[in-house]
């Protein structure tokens, strides 16, 4: 068996630093240092959204299913079609978001639509049945891609403006959950429950709840894609309700291997505190409906999407990365993780929340840029851990 470097992996740790350049950048228009320039709002999210979460999900995937699960892992040949799908799609979604080409950008989705229909049916061709206890986290691994295809359908939606009963708020408020809750939620709630016992030695302490715990994620999150496409908010909130329960008992399991190996460290304090800022809007949400009788506001809007984005999908990666490498090097020394990073991270996403419920948006300013600065400045050490272990050793590398 020989193996090379995971080409996914590779452009997830540029993308990631290319992210952190595009949030450094969006700091210095708020203060006034650099003019704004087309797409730098949707570049700096789904540098990190498409660029890293997409590249390191089709990177790991395949071959976690493949080694857990008994299929087959996608060859060489498709690895690169797999790459060069979602590099090239992902470079014309860039451009084209850029500078307003609405077609081009959503026949760039349609690119990455297929190299996920690959993906999945690279997947699900196995040759053993699946070891009972095992399908809980084979469930969520199939669900969250699929997922995946209905968030680019949105998108999809958006560019062309195809008609939908919630209209375009709805369909970008679908978009998100599809992608973030739905498609990363499930696959990062698989690995998770997977990998966790593996990193600190102990096992699940209630294994019977993965099961349950993986429908209601899926359940929680059609509601929360359906609701807000079809307009209808009670979906929506019920969705909200059933996916919290659900990330309620996966922290339970995972807060009880972590405590039971008495071995708290950087990256799983990463990992836990993700959650948190994962579930803050479900709570601001409904919150905002029952006091005021509407949905939040534009900023409070905003500093969801700022807070699921930096607070919960960037300090996943910065969690679960250097542990992977760990994991697939088998003897890679040296830190995983800082301390810093997870507090200094935690202060910037608090701080751009707060910025959500000043009285205007002068004062709103005296917390987002100071806010942005703390996220860029926690993200930097993390990142070069990531890059010096992609770049460095080759413990980034893939069975082929
Ligand atoms: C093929 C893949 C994707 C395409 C084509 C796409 C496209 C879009 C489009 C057109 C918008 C609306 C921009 C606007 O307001 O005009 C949007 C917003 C958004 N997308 Fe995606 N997206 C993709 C993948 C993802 C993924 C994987 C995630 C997260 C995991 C994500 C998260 C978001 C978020 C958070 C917003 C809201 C941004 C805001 O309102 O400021 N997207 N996307």
């Not at 700091?27 to 087309?38: D, E, Q």
């Not at 958006?158 to 369909?171: K, T, V």
């Not at 993986?214 to 996916?243: C, D, K, N, Q, R």
Request: with cysteine; proline share 6%.
């Amino acid at each position: 068996m020989k193996t090379l470097r995971n080409p996914f992996y590779l452009m997830a740790g540029i993308y990631l630093l290319l992210a952190a350049i595009a949030l450094a950048a969006r700091v210095l228009v708020m203060a006034g240092v650099l003019s704004s320039f087309p797409g730098l709002g949707w570049m700096s999210i789904h540098l990190l959204t498409i660029g890293v979460g997409v590249q390191a999900i089709l990177g790991s995937l395949p071959a976690l299913v493949a080694t857990r699960f008994g299929g087959k892992q996608p060859g060489i040949g498709m690895t690169w079609v797999l790459w060069l799908l979602v590099n090239v799609s992902f470079g014309l979604l860039l451009y084209s978001m850029a500078v307003g080409l609405s077609m081009l950008a959503a026949g760039a989705a349609g690119g990455i639509f297929i190299a996920i229909i690959l993906m999945l049916t690279v997947m699900l061709q196995r040759n053993e049945p699946v070891k009972v206890g095992t399908q809980a986290v084979l469930r969520l691994y199939i669900a969250g891609p699929l997922f995946f295809l209905v968030g680019i359908v949105m998108a999809i939606s958006m560019l062309l403006n195809w008609p939908a009963p919630g209209q375009f708020l709805g369909l970008l408020e679908a978009h998100v959950h599809a992608n973030v809750w739905g498609f990363l939620g499930l696959v990062v709630a698989g690995f998770l429950l997977d990998h966790l016992p593996v990193y600190v030695g102990q096992p699940l302490r209630w294994p019977g709840l993965a099961s349950i715990t993986t429908w209601l994620l899926i359940i929680g999150g059609v509601g929360l894609v359906a609701g807000p496409w079809m307009a209808i908010i009670p979906l929506t909130l019920l969705g909200l309700i059933v996916y919290v329960v659900g990330t309620a008992l996966l922290l339970i399991n995972l807060m009880s291997v972590i405590l039971a190996s008495r071995s708290w460290t950087p990256n799983l304090a990463h990992l836990i505190v993700a959650y948190l800022w994962m579930v803050v809007p479900a709570f601001v949400a409904p919150i905002s409906l029952l006091l005021t009788g509407n949905l939040p506001t534009d900023r409070v809007q905003e500093a969801a999407i700022t807070g699921l984005v930096t607070g919960w999908i960037l300090q996943i990666v910065i969690g679960a990365f250097p542990l992977r490498f760990r994991e697939l090097r088998h003897n890679t020394t040296g830190r995983d993780g800082w301390w810093f990073s997870v507090v200094v991270l935690s202060i910037g996403v608090l701080a751009i929340w707060l910025s959500a419920f000043t009285p205007d948006f002068a004062s709103s300013e005296l917390f987002t840029v100071p806010g942005y600065i703390l996220i860029v400045c926690g993200w930097l050490p993390p990142l070069s851990i990531i890059l010096k272990r992609l770049l460095g050793d080759g413990s980034a590398s893939v069975q082929a």
